[in-house]
């Protein structure tokens, strides 16, 4: 018996917004609960609404420049720098660059958009 596995199969996670979504471990690729690992890219203008997250979450830039607005306090991540934020945190992540974005999340536990509360834009 195998005591690795090597993903060659990511689930796309389906958008509408133009962001790339590649899960290679998580709920949606192979029914962990416990984490989530997805390759992500961010195309130039994209943004998401603020959200209060149930879950820490890891992200590494691979390429590129990704805003973050945590409660109130704007970040802004490069190429090679990375940042937790922990659980139950308010937050806003867009990508208002000319450039797309490329890093890695990794979300412990595991995304679920049950766990992802997010604010009405209207």
Not at 12 to 23: A, F, M, Q, R, S
Not at 29 to 34: I, K, L, M, P, W
Not at 62 to 85: C, H, M, N, R, Y
Request: proline residues 7%; hydrophobic residues 35%; charged residues 25%.
């Amino acid at each position: 018996m195998k005591k690795y596995t090597v993903q060659t199969t990511p689930f796309i996670v389906p958008t509408n917004d133009g962001k790339l979504i590649k899960e290679h471990f998580g709920l949606a690729s192979v029914r962990n609960s416990e984490i989530s690992i997805a390759h992500m890219v961010a195309p130039p203008g994209w943004s998401e609404p603020f959200q209060t997250p149930e879950f820490d979450e890891f992200t590494f830039i691979i390429k590129g420049k990704k805003q973050f607005i945590i409660e109130d306090e704007t970040i802004v991540l490069e190429a090679g720098q990375s940042i937790k934020i922990e659980k139950n945190t308010r937050l806003q992540y867009s990508n208002p660059f000319t450039e797309p974005c490329e890093y890695i999340a990794i979300c412990i536990p595991a995304f679920s958009i049950n766990s992802v509360h997010r604010e009405d834009t209207q």
